[in-house]
């Protein structure tokens, strides 16, 4: 059972936007492609999991603080005996082991991070988070590598790490066991949830201000812009995708509001961000889909809930 669901970050989703609608410098954009990998990642992993039948637990993107230190935890399963922690990579291409070193071999060799290292840390940090719950279950942690094309030259085969070709066999191995999970479980899952951090340290996103950022309704399968409408719908000039005018809209507003959550949604906020849509479009979008404060000039709107 999934305890929690894997959702997209703000910081992904903020670069996404970003990326459409500024220039993003080649360290930017090469940070945040690493970001999109690691997604596609999770979601390559979590498709795996599905297959899971066991009794267990599933706890997706946490982040705890341990000691002054935030670590994070891309997948914990809870079983009966025992705690599951993934750390999820979607490298690609040939990487080697070399004293302990890895080495990233297709192209020009470089050295990078060993991901082992991380993994040890993570988990320890974990183990105290539990102990400190009063939790005696073992953890056993996993460096899991999703993408089909990765290689790994001279890893020794006690390394806690799980090979594209050997995920299936795992799943399997783990069918197998058995595990009936009580209260205990759950209770320990909502002791993990209620510890995690929602607001990461770790978020890299540029600075931007909204008189930078390039206006108008992207296309909501291309993410090019659209330069005009029809009465109802907008029509993408590059890939002819064709879509209701208010869905255009309240999309572009959640956009709107991911990038200034500080900023009052107004309806001349929200035309200047639209660009192409009128007035009285956005005021009706605005007036049906949020709850209307202040009035005449200082009117402004807030979600509905
Ligand atoms: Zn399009």
């Excluded at 297959?51 to 982040?63: F, T």
């Excluded at 991380?118 to 999703?146: M, N, T, W, Y």
Aim: include cysteine; charge should be positive; proline fraction near 4%.
């Amino acid at each position: 059972m999934i305890k929690k669901p894997r959702i997209e970050s703000v910081e992904l989703r903020r670069f996404r936007s970003l990326d459409t609608r500024t220039n993003l410098s080649v360290k930017e954009k090469s940070y945040y492609l690493n970001l999109e990998k690691g997604f596609q990642g999770e979601k390559i992993f979590d498709k795996w999991i599905e297959s899971l039948k066991i009794d267990c637990l599933i706890l997706n993107d946490l982040l705890f603080e341990q000691n002054n230190t935030f670590f994070q935890v891309d997948s914990l399963i809870i079983l009966q005996d025992i705690i599951h922690f993934f750390e999820i990579k979607y490298f690609e291409g040939d990487y080697i082991i070399k004293n302990d070193e890895w080495h990233f071999l297709s192209g020009k060799e470089k050295e990078i991070k060993n991901p082992l290292l991380q993994l040890k840390r993570s988990a320890s940090l974990l183990r105290r988070v539990l102990q400190d719950l009063g939790c005696h279950l073992p953890v056993e942690e996993h460096l899991i590598f999703v993408k089909p094309d990765f290689y790994l030259y001279q890893a020794p085969i006690n390394l806690p790490i799980i090979f594209p070709s050997q995920i299936e066999r795992f799943i399997d191995s783990m069918n197998k066991k058995s595990s009936n999970l009580t209260s205990y479980h759950s209770k320990l899952a909502n002791q993990l949830l209620s510890l995690h951090v929602d607001e990461s340290p770790f978020i890299r996103v540029p600075k931007y201000s909204f008189d930078q950022l390039k206006k108008g309704i992207t296309c909501d399968k291309c993410k090019g812009f659209i330069d005009h409408y029809e009465k109802y719908f907008i029509v993408c000039p590059k890939c002819g995708h064709k879509e209701n005018i208010t869905s255009a809209v309240l999309r572009s507003i959640e956009e709107y509001c991911l990038l200034f959550p500080n900023k009052k949604l107004t309806t001349n906020s929200i035309q200047e961000w639209c660009k192409i849509t009128s007035h009285k479009t956005i005021q009706r979008v605005l007036s049906t889909h949020f709850k209307q404060l202040g009035h005449g000039k200082s009117t402004y709107y807030i979600p509905n809930n």
